[in-house]
Each structure stands twice: as C-alpha cells, then as structure tokens.
C-alpha cells in the first residue's frame, strides 16, 4: 500500500473521521498484514506526537503574549507592588547607610565627570553620524521612478514626491498611533520637510514631537491622513541590559532598499565610555542611523547612532532603555499622551528569514530637505 | 477534574484558576501572573539570576502547571501560590546546578513542598518536545512552513493551499504527507540515538 495513502488513512483514524465500512477495511488491512500494522502503530505514535508538540508550542507562544503585555504593564505604570516585592530585604535594612554611601559615590562621580569633560574637551570627535546625504544623481533617478510610478498608478493621484536632501532609518514604535523613533541628529537634517517612505517607495508626511540631544532619541509622529493604522509591532523592546558578546542583527537603509547586517555587542559602552550607548561589531553605513538592533529572540535593544571613522565596523547604538524614557517624556505632552508602547512579540524562536519578513514593513526610511 | 475530597480543601480561587488555565482563558492565566510573578522573579533575582531567566523560569512552570490541570487525577495539595513557588525553585535550582556545576551554594529561602517527581516528568515530556523542534529545524522549507501551518496554526488545507500557492488543497496535502514522512524519518533517527 502506497505509503502517503497509509498516513492519510491514519489521520484520518486517528480523528474519528473514517466511515463505518472504510473503518472496517482498515482493521482487517492491519489484521492481515504485519507490515501495514507496524506502520499504523508507527505514525499513530509520531502524529501524536507532533500533535503534542504543536499544542505545546501554540500554547508557549500564548504564554509569551501574556507574559509581554504583562511585563509591559509594570514598565510602563511602574506597578508599586511589583518594584517592592523585587527589592531584596537588604536595601530595606540598610537604607539610610546606603543613601548616604550612595550620594557620597554620587560626588566623585560628578567630579570625575567635571575632570574628564576639561581634559578631553581639547579633542576632536572621532565619530560620525550615519546619515546619507543624497547626490544629484540619486535625486534624478528617483524623479524618472516617479514619472514611472504615475504612469503605472495614473489611476491614482500622488503626492509630488519629495527632493530629499538626506536618507536614514526610523522604526515603528506605536503602530496604531503611528510614533517612529529615529535619530535627533537625522531630524536635524531637515530643513524644511521631513517624510518617511515604506519599502515600497510611498511617502508619507511626519512630524518631529520629542527630541532629546543627549541621548540623540527623536520620536516622529506620521502626520499623513493616507497613512493607515498597522497591526501592533512584532518586536519587543528590551527594557534591561543585554549582554556582552550578544548576537544581534539590524536592518536599515543604508541604500534605496532595506538592508539586512548582523554582529554582535562588543562593548557595553559606547564612544569614550558613553553609557547611553552600546558598542556593536557589525557592518553599517551612512543611512542606518535610526535603524532597529534587534537580537535572536526577537527583542529590541537599540538604536544605531553613529560609527567610528577610523576604525571598521565599530558601530554605537543607543540603549533600548532610552527609548522608554523618551516614550515617558512624550506622554506628558497634553497632545501625544496616547503613545504606548504594545508589542504582539511574533519573533521568538522563528528563523531569521522570517523574523525578517515580520518587521521589515515597520522600518521606514526617514528622508528630508 | 475529579472532586476529590483535598479539591474541596483547595481554595474556591485557586481551582478556579486551574481550571481557567486548563481552558487557556486568558483573565485567569493573567490573574496567575499578577499574584505570583513578582514572588518568583525576586526568588530568581536574589538567587544569581535575571529578569529574562525569571520569565524564563515562570514559563515552564506555567506549562508544568498546565500539563497538570489536563490530567483527570490531578489534585493539588497545597495552596497554588506554594506550588508555583516549589516548581520555580525546583526548576531554578536544576538550571543553576547545570550552569556552575554542583558546587553552588544556594540558599533558596524557605522550606517547600517536595516536587522532584513532578519536574522530572516534565523534563521527560519536554525530550520529544526538543526532538521535535530539532527535526523541524533539520527539514528546511517548505516543508517547515507547511507542517507548521498546518499541525501548529491549525488553518485548513483549502487556506493553506492558496498561501503556498498550491493549485488544490488536495496537492497541498500530498506535498503535507510527504513532509511528515521526511519528518519522521529525522525525528525518529533521533529519537534511536537518545534512547
């Protein structure tokens, strides 16, 4: 007997699916003939097994769920009872003791701060932002795709399309209110206009609502009433450190089309032992400044910033952490309060190429003049 | 389940936890986290681990605990909070131990309820878990997407056909028995060596 017919009849067996005369038959196929029953026994033991697995697995990923909105949840309110139970009784104890010890640590902080700022204040930057200022030449590339893309869509009305000056990345943090983080030092690019473009070339208009300079975070908001509301965002952003030696990938625009890299955290400071940073060892280029440093499981840990100009490869991202701070920030402005951070994390324990295909529609170029 | 004398001892909330979790309702898996993550997360915390491993640690309790609600003669014989916390611990202590070795000194607080049969049935259970995934990772595509659509996510042949871009959902279910055959063949090579 053909063997998939076999496992056909099997599933179906094994469902209760079989009407009473083709039962019939199976039970007498198995009764007289050793083989065919060996093999019955054989795949009534592996489907069910792979019935078990994929139960298990559905109900992992369920769990994950729950478990992410859970931990958002406490980020995001700072649950009280939550921060009191993880405290261990020590602090409790030696609270004054520690307060003083810590506001003595504090001063000499401060002061070496103070030391090294004069000391190194006579040195040149030794870092870049990664932003790609456009030529001539892509802009008129661009203007013949244009003049294609009405053609092909004369059906509908475009937008003139933006002579942008200068191309980086942005990703989607808040996809039913559309915020996009990027870099304060790409907003800062546009003159006049700021935009972001999907991977399929459409532009929509934004708007710059927080910047902060020290930890170079921006948030944008899509201002476009042709924007449409996404599903939540795949990822989910890491709000502890990650670790040393951690593999991660990131994907930008360092060109037109999106661009996958992958390295690995080789520091866990960034440019002369900056904190808000993370260093990493992976390729990138002018144009993945804004671009999302994402790690196996799926979780966000930072944002790329700049890189080292004498040396390859050497590249710093901002901290994820940050990235809450900033969300707080906004909140407080009466006009943006709504922004939230609500993952639906889809990405743990797919492979990478799939992984992939889940985020890459919430990474935008970001472009200006 | 059965209601058994000792399930009546059990407090009303905590079987109707249970059964909330044997249902996978969410408002009663949510509740289980609220009341007893905070508690495994520090126990973790204070014992040489972080916030990931103490997720980490939670979710396999979740399923040691699931697992258990779907069995008929299950009974639980302590407050749940208690047998979260002795999974956890259980669970932690093995994790460390095959971390740094057996020298470790762990001081894990309090005295708990004795649940080595429990986890070890788990880890049983969880081998053919693992075999699975790593035949599943060996197969390649499409085979993976295609057994993953259907033995995982559940949708139908009809949909499944028209997502793979096959012409009927009878060629998508030939290419679906020849997959499970190429599976099985890994899983069970396996499955000899580890036995």
Redesign the interface.
């Given at each position: 007997m053909d063997?998939?017919l076999l496992?056909?009849a099997v599933e179906r067996f094994l469902k209760g699916d079989m009407l009473p005369e083709e039962h019939k038959l199976f039970e007498e196929l198995r009764k007289n003939n050793a083989d065919v029953d060996q093999m019955v026994v054989?795949?009534t033991f592996?489907l069910n097994?792979?019935?078990?697995?994929?139960e298990?697995?559905?109900?992992?990923q369920?769990?994950?769920e729950?478990?992410q909105?859970?931990?958002m949840k406490i980020v995001l309110t700072g649950t009280k009872?939550?921060e009191k139970?993880?405290?261990?009784t020590f602090w409790v104890r030696h609270k004054k003791n520690l307060a003083l010890a810590a506001s003595f640590i504090g001063i000499i902080f401060f002061l070496t701060a103070v030391i090294i700022y004069v000391i190194n204040s006579g040195n040149e930057k030794k870092i870049k932002p990664l932003v790609e200022k456009l030529n001539q030449q892509e802009n008129k590339t661009r203007q013949i795709e244009n003049k294609v893309n009405q053609l092909t869509n004369s059906s509908e009305i475009l937008a003139p399309r933006l002579e942008a000056r200068f191309r980086a990345t942005g990703f989607m943090i808040d996809a039913s209110n559309a915020y996009i983080i990027t870099n304060v030092h790409v907003v800062k690019e546009a003159k006049n206009k700021l935009i972001i473009e999907n991977n399929k070339g459409v532009q929509y208009s934004a708007q710059a609502i927080y910047l902060n300079t020290l930890t170079d975070i921006a948030i944008l908001k899509v201002t476009d009433s042709a924007f449409k509301k996404m599903p939540s965002i795949p990822y989910s952003i890491k709000?502890?450190s990650c670790e040393l030696g951690e593999q991660i990938f990131l994907l930008g625009y360092p060109k037109q089309e999106i661009v996958y890299g992958e390295g690995y955290i080789s520091a866990m400071n960034g440019y002369e032992m900056d904190t808000i940073f993370y260093q990493l060892s992976t390729p990138a280029n002018e144009g993945n400044s804004g671009s999302p440093v994402v790690n196996r499981k799926g979780e966000l840990l930072g944002v790329i910033s700049s890189m080292e100009t004498n040396a390859q490869g050497v590249v710093f991202a901002i901290k994820s952490e940050n990235i809450f701070k900033a969300v707080e920030e906004t909140r407080k402005i009466d006009a943006y309060k709504n922004i939230s951070i609500q993952p639906k994390p889809a990405l743990k324990g797919l492979?990478r190429t799939a992984q992939i295909k889940r985020i890459q529609d919430y990474i935008f170029m970001v472009k200006g003049n | 389940m059965v209601l058994t004398d000792s399930q009546f001892n059990m407090p009303e909330s905590d079987y109707t936890l249970l059964e909330g979790l044997k249902n996978?309702d969410?408002r009663c898996?949510?509740r289980i986290?609220?009341e007893n993550?905070?508690?495994i997360?520090?126990l973790v915390?204070?014992n040489n681990g972080?916030?990931?491993d103490a997720?980490d640690i939670?979710?396999e309790a979740?399923?040691v605990l699931?697992e258990k609600s779907l069995l008929d003669n299950f009974k639980l014989s302590c407050r749940l909070k208690t047998f979260i916390y002795s999974i956890c611990r259980r669970l932690w202590l093995k994790k460390l131990q095959k971390n740094h070795g057996r020298h470790i000194k762990v001081e894990l607080l309090e005295d708990t309820i004795p649940v080595e049969e429990v986890v070890e049935d788990h880890e049983k259970k969880q081998e053919?878990?693992k075999l699975?995934?790593k035949a599943m990772a060996k197969i390649g595509e499409p085979c993976?997407s295609l057994?993953n659509a259907y033995?995982?996510?559940?949708k139908p042949m009809q949909q499944i056909a028209s997502d793979f871009g096959y012409t009927n959902a009878d060629n998508a279910?030939?290419q679906k028995?020849?997959c499970?055959?190429r599976?099985?063949k890994i899983?069970?090579a396996d499955y000899k060596n580890e036995k």
């Open positions: 063997e998939l496992i056909d054989e795949y592996f097994e792979i019935n078990q697995y994929g298990s697995k559905t109900f992992r369920y769990l994950t729950i478990e909105e859970f931990r009872s939550s139970a993880t405290l261990p709000r502890n492979d | 996978q969410k898996i949510e986290y609220r993550y905070n508690m997360q520090s915390i204070n972080d916030i990931d997720a939670f979710q979740m399923i699931y053919n878990f699975m995934e993976r057994l033995y995982i996510e559940k279910k030939t028995y020849k499970l055959v599976l099985k899983f069970f």
